[in-house]
């Protein structure tokens, strides 16, 4: 039996952020994750944390597949090429236990 991969789920006017706690406050480098901030067809979008690349796609951490669209124009001023960079430069960080709990806390 053959393994089906989830659905791709095409992500418009994004943006790569990294947060290093829900609040943005002081974080430890190693926790500093990376979200996409977008726009799908059913509306906007603010993704759990990216954990790789592959076949033209983001996985995020929940498993989600998303196929990059035309990122935000602010975005590609800062980061030409960015569809590219997104899926071939940019560094995933080796999956943390802070990557898979939600961080409580009073922040």
């Known amino acids: 039996m053959a393994f089906k991969q989830p659905p791709r789920t095409l992500i418009e006017d994004w943006a790569i952020v990294h947060t290093d706690t829900k609040e943005n406050c002081y974080g430890a480098p190693e926790n500093r994750t990376q979200h996409l901030h977008g726009r799908r067809p059913d509306g906007k979008v603010i993704t759990s944390s990216v954990v790789s690349a592959e076949g033209g ?7 989600s597949r998303y196929e ?10 800062v980061f030409p090429n960015a ?6 430069v940019l560094v995933f960080h080796e999956t943390t236990q802070a990557d898979k709990e939600p961080i409580d806390g009073p922040f």
């Open 68 to 77: 990059l669209g035309q990122p935000h124009a602010d975005y590609e001023s």
């Open 57 to 63: 796609c983001l996985i995020t951490r929940s498993g």
């Open 83 to 88: 569809n590219n960079r997104a899926l071939t």
